[in-house]
């Protein structure tokens, strides 16, 4: 059996919220004064402790790939910062074995006025990596990033995309033996993603240890062998990447859980924002599970901040299944009158047949104009869909091993013999 | 082919996780630490590297994009003596212990640009570069140590100009010249044990960053810089003594000027305070450098 790369046992880490936000000399010096004289420091709230880890523990074996999902404020950050010994925790042990790297950012301790040449050494020795290292892995580095041109050119003369490559590019090449990554891979173009993913998949074969956390969860899905949730500091999940997903899907969406609107897992301007999403029927009556082959109204609700009206936006759907995008809705896509939005209100999108068979889909929604994103909710709610008999036929799906997957397209055929 | 059976074979298999024990060592263990005396300066040493490259990190973008460059290293003290010796030599008239008063000014003021430079730098070095304490880990000592060997560089460069200047004046340094880089030493101790408790308190207390200068201006007229030691009455000697420039100064000019040597009433004080000073600060430092990430 492999070997254990990393352990954690019972962290905790609490934070002390200060009553008085700024700790300066003077209030050490008034509090001090007050105390003196015998007087209670009025207005001030007694410090209480914030618990961002509660008793955390798990193994991570050699050259396995551990994913670390759960919402904003729910520790990951934390567990995160503690195990790249940037915190401490306040009680608990971690052992880590082997050559750790750890990458919460790329391009840390970048320094616009120095040459790319020069950041690749001074990252990669913030980072642990020692200068005969970076001397043998130097023009690796930097033809992975492709900015072998511009490599004696101060950074602040990059372009972002630029800047980025050559950031991730040293993170490439660390070669830890462990490797605890922080959403990086959310960086570059297209392009640029597909080949950081390639490395990823490498690090992996080459039986390095890896924890990610990440947002993005078909990475989790795609990346990692096992997966952990966490909760208010709580670990509540830990095992197949698929199924720690649905249970964090599950727990959005359940009833307690914070209404769309209160969300704040949302890249939002703040200024105009989507408040619900229902589903209803052709009488515009509330359904759920919807069903393949009906009438399904999608009813995304919308509220203005403030007192503008914001010009030619569109509302746009993504329904995703099995952490992809499925099929995209989007206001602009079917018309081309503006769409203004002001105040609060609803769009209505109507789907006369609806083409997802049976199965569990998660929408995002966003509201924005070509030039600005004003609100983008992933996992904005959820559809419940019922298998139906979408083309009348009374059969649902050739076999019953297609159940759940694709989608229904109207099709006619036609046959014609030729010899 | 049913997609089942496809999806089967691309599913990687879930390896049983045995939380079994190790007998090997662990190569990072992360506790949450106690006590007074956990130094771990080994980690430092490893780190070593990074030191060096934040030295010259520094150094090169203080003179990139200035046309003189790295010149400025040697125009400022060497501004700064003729401004002095036209107003505290030539109008006020302070005596400079029978050397040339420019070539006076300028061996006092190579260590103290020095230790100005460096405590200014270094107290406030911590919250400058907070982007990295909150997201990469080395051994946070690194920061404060980088910052105050910089301005050696600087040192360097003007130490290159007393040459000319000695010449110029006709004086030519004795068998003293050997010990002077022990008061260099001494000189980056006094330097960094003030910015290693300036730059602690930083993180915390804002205020510091507001006192630095003050401190700086006070400390220069408290050090004999401009005027001679032998110009503070007797009977405050020892108590002038404690300030930890004095001594540095002294050495300065005893070994490139062999101006008398400086007394054991006037080194030993100021050896012992900078130590005192320099562990002080170095057990402040780690027992607070672990709250730096959380309240930065």
Same mark, same amino acid.
């Given at each position: 059996? +492999?070997?254990?790369?990393?352990?954690?046992?019972?962290?905790?880490?609490?934070?002390?919220?200060?009553?008085?936000?700024?700790?300066?000399?003077?209030?050490?010096?008034?509090?001090?004064?007050?105390?003196?004289?015998?007087r209670?420091?009025?207005?001030?709230?007694?410090?209480?402790a914030?618990?961002?880890?509660?008793?955390?523990?798990?193994?991570?074996?050699?050259?396995?790939?551990?994913?670390?999902?759960?919402?904003?404020?729910?520790?990951? +950050?934390?567990?995160?910062?503690?195990?790249?010994?940037?915190?401490e925790?306040?009680?608990?042990?971690?052992?880590?074995?082997?050559?750790?790297?750890?990458?919460?950012?790329?391009?840390?301790?970048?320094?616009?006025?120095?040459?790319?040449?020069?950041?690749?050494?001074?990252?990669?020795?913030?980072?642990g990596?020692?200068?005969?290292?970076?001397?043998?892995?130097?023009?690796?580095?930097?033809?992975?990033?492709?900015?072998?041109?511009?490599?004696?050119?101060?950074?602040?003369?990059?372009?972002?995309?630029?800047?980025?490559?050559?950031?991730? +590019?040293?993170?490439?090449?660390?070669?830890?033996?462990?490797?605890?990554?922080?959403?990086?891979?959310?960086?570059?173009?297209?392009a640029?993603?597909?080949?950081?993913?390639?490395?990823?998949?490498?690090?992996?074969?080459?039986?390095?240890?890896?924890?990610?956390?990440?947002?993005?969860?078909?990475?989790?899905a795609?990346?990692?062998?096992?997966?952990?949730?966490?909760?208010?500091?709580?670990?509540?999940?830990?095992?197949?990447?698929?199924?720690?997903?649905?249970?964090y899907?599950?727990?959005?969406?359940s009833?307690?859980?914070?209404?769309?609107?209160?969300?704040?897992?949302?890249?939002?301007?703040?200024?105009l924002m989507?408040?619900?999403?229902?589903?209803?029927d052709?009488?515009l009556?509330?359904?759920?599970?919807?069903?393949?082959?009906?009438?399904?109204?999608?009813?995304?609700?919308?509220?203005?901040?403030?007192?503008?009206?914001?010009?030619?936006?569109?509302?746009?759907?993504?329904v995703?299944?099995?952490?992809?995008?499925a099929?995209?809705?989007?206001?602009?896509l079917?018309d081309?009158?503006?769409?203004?939005?002001?105040?609060?209100?609803?769009?209505?999108?109507?789907?006369?047949?609806?083409?997802?068979?049976?199965?569990?889909?998660?929408?995002?929604?966003?509201?924005?104009?070509?030039?600005?994103?004003?609100?983008?909710?992933?996992y904005?709610?959820?559809?419940?869909?019922?298998?139906?008999?979408?083309?009348?036929?009374?059969r649902?799906?050739?076999?019953?091993?297609?159940?759940?997957?694709?989608?229904?397209?109207?099709?006619?055929?036609?046959?014609?013999?030729t010899? | 082919?049913?997609?089942?059976?496809?999806?089967?074979?691309?599913?990687?298999?879930?390896?049983?996780?045995?939380?079994?024990?190790?007998?090997?060592?662990?190569?990072?263990?992360?506790?949450?630490?106690?006590?007074?005396?956990?130094?771990?300066?080994? +980690?430092?040493?490893?780190?070593?590297?990074l030191?060096?490259?934040?030295?010259?990190?520094?150094t090169?973008?203080?003179?990139?994009?200035?046309?003189?460059?790295?010149?400025?290293?040697?125009?400022?003290?060497?501004?700064?003596?003729?401004?002095?010796?036209?107003?505290?030599?030539?109008?006020?008239?302070?005596?400079?212990?029978?050397?040339?008063?420019?070539l006076?000014?300028?061996?006092?003021?190579?260590?103290?640009?020095?230790?100005?430079?460096?405590?200014s730098?270094?107290?406030?070095?911590?919250?400058g570069?907070?982007?990295l304490?909150?997201?990469?880990?080395?051994?946070?000592?690194?920061?404060?140590l980088?910052?105050?060997?910089?301005p050696?560089?600087?040192?360097?460069?003007?130490?290159?100009?007393?040459?000319?200047?000695?010449?110029?004046?006709?004086?030519?340094?004795?068998w003293?010249?050997?010990l002077?880089?022990?008061?260099?030493?001494?000189?980056?101790?006094?330097?960094?044990?003030?910015?290693?408790?300036?730059?602690?308190?930083?993180?915390?207390?804002?205020?510091?960053?507001?006192?630095?200068?003050?401190?700086?201006?006070?400390?220069?007229?408290?050090?004999?810089?401009?005027?001679?030691?032998?110009?503070?009455?007797?009977?405050?000697?020892?108590?002038?003594?404690?300030?930890?420039?004095?001594?540095?100064?002294e050495?300065?000019?005893?070994?490139?000027?062999?101006?008398?040597?400086?007394?054991?009433?006037?080194?030993?004080?100021?050896?012992?305070?900078?130590?005192?000073?320099?562990?002080?600060?170095?057990?402040?430092?780690?027992?607070?450098?672990?709250t730096?990430?959380?309240?930065?």
């Amino acid at each position: 059996m +492999s070997d254990i790369a990393i352990s954690v046992r019972n962290v905790s880490k609490e934070y002390v919220i200060a009553a008085v936000s700024h700790d300066t000399l003077r209030d050490r010096i008034v509090h001090a004064c007050r105390s003196l004289l015998g007087r209670n420091a009025t207005g001030n709230v007694a410090p209480h402790a914030f618990h961002a880890l509660n008793d955390v523990s798990f193994d991570v074996t050699e050259g396995e790939v551990l994913g670390i999902i759960g919402h904003n404020g729910a520790g990951k +950050s934390t567990l995160l910062k503690i195990l790249s010994r940037i915190t401490e925790p306040s009680a608990g042990e971690v052992d880590l074995y082997g050559r750790v790297t750890s990458l919460l950012e790329v391009g840390t301790g970048f320094h616009a006025e120095l040459t790319g040449r020069e950041n690749v050494y001074l990252n990669a020795a913030m980072l642990g990596m020692r200068k005969v290292d970076i001397d043998r892995r130097f023009d690796e580095i930097v033809e992975f990033s492709g900015t072998q041109q511009f490599i004696d050119t101060p950074v602040k003369r990059y372009s972002s995309g630029m800047y980025v490559r050559l950031a991730f +590019s040293v993170a490439a090449h660390l070669d830890p033996e462990i490797l605890i990554v922080d959403e990086v891979l959310s960086v570059g173009d297209g392009a640029f993603q597909k080949k950081c993913l390639g490395k990823m998949d490498e690090v992996r074969r080459d039986g390095r240890t890896v924890i990610l956390v990440s947002h993005d969860l078909p990475v989790v899905a795609s990346l990692c062998q096992r997966a952990i949730l966490l909760r208010q500091g709580n670990v509540v999940g830990d095992g197949r990447p698929q199924q720690i997903i649905e249970q964090y899907m599950s727990e959005a969406f359940s009833s307690n859980e914070t209404s769309l609107a209160d969300r704040t897992d949302r890249y939002t301007k703040g200024e105009l924002m989507v408040q619900a999403i229902t589903f209803l029927d052709e009488k515009l009556n509330a359904v759920q599970p919807a069903i393949s082959g009906q009438h399904l109204v999608i009813r995304v609700y919308y509220h203005c901040h403030v007192r503008t009206v914001f010009k030619d936006m569109r509302v746009m759907i993504v329904v995703n299944r099995d952490e992809r995008a499925a099929c995209i809705l989007s206001t602009d896509l079917v018309d081309r009158k503006p769409l203004d939005l002001a105040g609060s209100g609803y769009v209505d999108f109507h789907v006369p047949h609806l083409p997802l068979c049976g199965g569990r889909y998660f929408l995002h929604a966003a509201i924005e104009n070509n030039v600005v994103t004003q609100d983008w909710v992933q996992y904005a709610a959820e559809l419940q869909v019922l298998d139906g008999d979408y083309y009348g036929t009374g059969r649902i799906y050739p076999h019953d091993g297609w159940r759940g997957k694709g989608m229904f397209v109207d099709h006619s055929w036609r046959m014609e013999r030729t010899s | 082919m049913n997609m089942n059976e496809l999806e089967a074979k691309s599913i990687p298999q879930v390896p049983v996780v045995i939380a079994g024990q190790t007998n090997r060592r662990p190569s990072v263990q992360i506790r949450p630490s106690r006590g007074m005396f956990h130094l771990d300066l080994r +980690s430092v040493w490893q780190y070593r590297e990074l030191l060096v490259f934040l030295v010259w990190r520094d150094t090169k973008v203080r003179y990139k994009q200035a046309v003189i460059g790295a010149g400025w290293a040697v125009f400022q003290p060497l501004i700064s003596m003729l401004l002095f010796t036209a107003i505290f030599s030539y109008l006020a008239k302070l005596p400079s212990d029978g050397v040339p008063y420019p070539l006076f000014a300028y061996a006092g003021l190579l260590p103290w640009n020095f230790i100005a430079q460096a405590t200014s730098r270094s107290g406030t070095s911590l919250v400058g570069e907070s982007h990295l304490i909150s997201k990469v880990y080395f051994p946070r000592l690194i920061i404060p140590l980088a910052a105050a060997s910089a301005p050696a560089v600087d040192l360097l460069c003007a130490l290159v100009m007393m040459i000319p200047l000695m010449l110029w004046f006709g004086m030519t340094p004795g068998w003293q010249i050997l010990l002077f880089p022990i008061f260099v030493i001494i000189a980056l101790l006094a330097a960094l044990a003030v910015s290693l408790w300036f730059s602690a308190l930083h993180v915390k207390f804002r205020d510091v960053g507001h006192i630095i200068p003050f401190f700086v201006q006070f400390w220069m007229f408290a050090s004999p810089v401009v005027y001679p030691v032998s110009l503070i009455p007797e009977k405050w000697r020892a108590l002038y003594s404690l300030n930890p420039v004095v001594g540095v100064v002294e050495g300065f000019r005893w070994t490139l000027l062999g101006q008398r040597a400086p007394s054991v009433e006037t080194i030993l004080p100021s050896i012992c305070i900078v130590l005192l000073l320099f562990v002080s600060g170095v057990v402040y430092f780690k027992r607070v450098e672990r709250t730096f990430a959380d309240v930065i």
